[in-house]
Structures are given as structure tokens and as C-alpha cells.
């Protein structure tokens, strides 16, 4: 190319960027847009990046790649994801330029939103519907148009994202808004009998749950009992819950004279969890537990040969507190130790056609049933039923008058395997 030529471009040159100084380069190092406002044919004034582009180097502000240039001192600039303009003195062939880096934010946020799920009568917020949100700068989440919240079903919602430059995305998700038609649920109430003279709780275990509100009170309406006089008296219980779903049950009262000797579940419970406090260890195996429980009520109760069996929780008081009882004492009181312990246990009688009556339990160990009897080793029997098959028991019994026989309907099969366990002889 020619000197002339060259010249004559030059003089071109200059009024073109006056008229669309809109123009941009796009340099190598980054994607860097050059705003051509020239301190000379050779320098750039200004040079527009994007926000959050890593700082470029001294040179973007040459127009000829060839020069050498280097920012003059230090950099002003410590975080480009924030928009602004920024001064600075780049040092190209030995002479100071005062230039500026322009930071622009022209990217709109990205983000992921979910649906949404609230009941009639609730609001909920636009930011409650997104999950992430990408962006140099923080962003405002704002609904496009507002919900209808007293529309209840599903109804499609845009979620508008815009970040402090003004940048904005809508993405689109949904809001279901659901009718609350359940009404509360009221457990633990059931027809009970109370003793003339004795405290009575009308709210004991009784407990109400709601679909959606969390405090529903019980309302309780005993107001045709009368406590100091024997009779059936209805006691109803109501729940209400904010959308006005209601409940009410209605059970009764039964008000007696309390039987002479009388034990009630709580005072043999009480009995029961002293002496579990004296003799098991949280430290303990199960089977560590159990046979602290077999071994204590076979010591500590000197068999009879008669009880009464109308009861079996008086049967488990009498039991422990006289010291004395027969069979039916010792199943009373294994059930009543099992159960404090968190055992499982089911009742087992002996065949009707046997010549005599007997008792014991099943215990579910390590998620298999066993027998579990701790009835003490008379001098007739030397068998300790502690955690044995129904194979062991019915070998047991071929040679001791049917001892253990029962009717296995709706009992469970035991485990097959016996357990190889220690076993003391306690003589009763």
C-alpha cells in the first residue's frame, strides 16, 4: 500500500467515528468491546467489558497489537462484576495515558424455580418459588403478575428475576392453592369407668390433628356428669379448625363404687418401674433385660397353688406385693415387667381339656416369638421356660401332663431355632 493511500485513509477515518461512536472491536485476549473514542490514532480513551470478565490487560487499550503497554501504578479496579466507570494511566512506548475501563452489566440473571403449593387464605412470595438464581449481581425476585390467592386449583405464575443493572428474566412455574375440607381428627377418647371419689381427666391422652392447622383446640362438654353419683353419663368432645371443618364425638362416663381390693394399671406400673429401676441397666443386651426379668419374678414370688384369675393386673400386684402366687401371678407379673420394658407379649392358657389351668407368656426377641415363663422349678418340673421354641415346649410336655399345650390358633409360630443361652434352675 501506498504512503498516499495510507494518508487519505487517515482522513477518513476520524469523521467516521465521530458519527457512530456506537462502533465495537472484539480483542483476542477476551470479549472486550472497544468503544472508539480515541485519544489518538493509536490509543483508546475508553473500553467497555462486561461484568464479571476478569480484568484485561494493559494492551486492550492499543489499537495496534504490537505495542507494548502496561498499567501505570496501581489498579483502581478490585471487583468487575460491579458496574461503573474506572480511571486508569496505562504506560505505552514510555508516555502516561489517562484511560478508563467502563464495566457494563448486560447479562440477565439465570435461574430455577419450583412450584408451589399453599392453602386458601395464604400468600406466599416470589422468592419462595426459586430454588437458584445466577447472576454478578444480587437479583430481586418478583411475580410478572400477581397470583389470584383466593382462587383455589393451580394457575400458571411468572416469576420475574432482574438484577441491580435493570437485567431482567421470567421464568415460569405454578402455584397450587388447595381448599382446606378435612376436618380435625380427635384420638384417644373412648368409653371409659371411673371410680366414685377418684380424679378424673377428661383430657388425658386425648390429642387432635388437623390436615393443615398445627393448634386446633379441644372443646370438652361434661356437663351433665355427676361425679359423686353412680351412672352412664355422656362426655363430648368437639374440634374446629380455621376453615371451620368440625369434629365431635360423644362417648360416656360410667361413674361406679370401686371394688373392694381394687388395682388400677397405673399403681401396678408404678410398682413395676421401681423395681425395673433397681435391676435393669440401660447398658444392657435384651436378653440381658429379660432374664434380669424372668430371674427377679421367679425369685421373688413363692408359688401357691391357687389365685384369683379375674384380673390380670391384679393378679400381677397381689403377686409382688404378698410374695405369693400361682401361675397366673407369675404370667401377670412377666407381662406387666415385659411391657414396662418395651416388650412385646402375647397371653398363653393351656388347653380348656387339660386337668389343670396354666398360663405364661410369649415375648418377641431379636423380631421372633418366644415362650417365656418364669414359673420357678417345683420339685415335680426342673424346666426353665426362659426364651424357648414351640418345639421345646411340645417335647416338654410329651412328658409332663401337657404342660405347655395350647391351641395355636391366631398365635404366632415361634422361631425353629433354640437359643443356646444360659439357664439357671431357680426351685420355687
Known amino acids: 500500500m501506498s504512503t498516499r493511500r495510507r494518508k487519505r485513509r487517515k482522513r477518513n477515518y476520524l469523521p467516521y467515528i465521530i458519527m457512530f461512536p456506537a462502533v465495537v472491536i472484539v480483542c483476542v485476549a477476551a470479549i472486550v468491546i472497544i468503544q472508539n473514542t480515541l485519544i489518538n490514532n493509536r490509543i483508546l480513551a475508553e473500553v467497555i467489558i462486561e461484568a464479571g470478565d476478569e480484568l484485561p ?4 487499550f ?3 497489537d504490537s505495542l507494548q503497554a502496561s498499567f501505570n501504578g496501581d489498579i483502581a479496579i478490585s471487583d468487575t462484576s460491579v458496574p461503573g466507570k474506572y480511571p486508569l494511566e496505562v504506560t505505552v512506548d514510555g508516555k502516561i495515558y489517562k484511560v478508563s475501563l467502563i464495566v457494563e452489566d448486560t447479562v440477565p440473571p439465570s435461574g430455577t424455580v419450583k412450584s408451589c403449593e399453599i392453602w ?11 430454588t437458584s438464581v445466577t447472576d454478578v ?10 397470583p389470584d390467592f383466593d382462587l383455589p386449583g393451580t394457575q400458571d405464575i411468572n416469576i420475574l428475576l432482574e438484577d441491580s443493572s435493570g437485567n431482567k428474566t421470567e421464568l415460569n412455574t405454578s402455584l397450587t392453592i388447595k ?15 371411673v371410680f366414685i371419689g377418684e380424679n378424673v381427666s377428661y383430657r388425658k391422652n386425648v390429642t387432635v390433628t388437623d390436615n393443615k392447622d398445627v393448634d386446633v383446640q379441644i372443646e370438652i362438654d361434661n356437663s351433665s ?17 380455621s376453615a371451620g371443618n368440625r369434629t365431635e364425638i360423644t362417648v360416656y362416663y360410667t361413674f361406679q363404687i370401686k371394688p373392694e381390693g381394687y388395682v388400677s394399671e397405673e399403681e401396678l406400673y ?13 447398658g444392657m443386651s435384651d436378653l440381658e433385660k429379660m432374664s434380669e426379668i424372668f430371674y427377679w419374678i421367679a425369685d421373688h414370688i413363692n408359688y401357691i397353688g391357687t389365685s384369683d384369675k379375674s384380673d390380670w393386673i391384679k393378679g400381677a400386684y397381689l403377686g409382688m406385693t404378698r410374695g405369693t402366687g400361682d401361675c397366673f401371678n407369675y404370667f401377670a407379673a412377666a407381662k406387666a415387667f415385659l411391657t414396662r420394658a418395651g416388650y412385646e407379649t402375647i397371653p398363653i ?22 415362650h417365656f415363663d418364669p414359673l420357678p422349678n417345683l420339685a415335680k418340673y426342673h424346666y426353665v421356660c426362659l426364651l424357648r421354641t414351640d418345639a421345646e415346649v411340645a417335647e416338654y410336655s410329651k412328658k409332663n401332663t401337657r404342660f405347655y399345650e395350647f391351641d395355636k390358633t391366631g398365635i404366632p409360630a415361634t422361631a425353629t431355632k433354640p437359643l443356646d443361652i444360659e439357664r439357671k434352675v431357680i426351685n420355687g
Open 57 to 60: 490487560d494493559a494492551g486492550v
Open 225 to 241: 356428669v355427676d361425679p359423686a353419683k353412680a351412672g352412664r353419663y355422656p362426655v363430648k368432645y368437639s374440634a374446629a379448625d
Open 270 to 282: 408404678e410398682l413395676v418401674d421401681q423395681v425395673l429401676d433397681e435391676i435393669i441397666d440401660p
Open 137 to 146: 449481581s444480587e437479583v430481586a425476585a418478583t411475580f410478572a403478575v400477581r
Open 179 to 193: 381448599e382446606d375440607k378435612e376436618p380435625p381428627v380427635i384420638s384417644g377418647t373412648s368409653d371409659k369407668t
Open 349 to 370: 392358657e393351656r388347653v380348656k381339656d387339660a386337668k389343670t389351668r396354666h398360663y405364661w407368656n410369649l415375648v418377641k426377641y431379636e423380631g421372633e416369638w418366644y
Open 120 to 130: 386458601m387464605g395464604e400468600e406466599i412470595g416470589a422468592d419462595l418459588f426459586v
Open 62 to 64: 492499543c489499537k495496534d
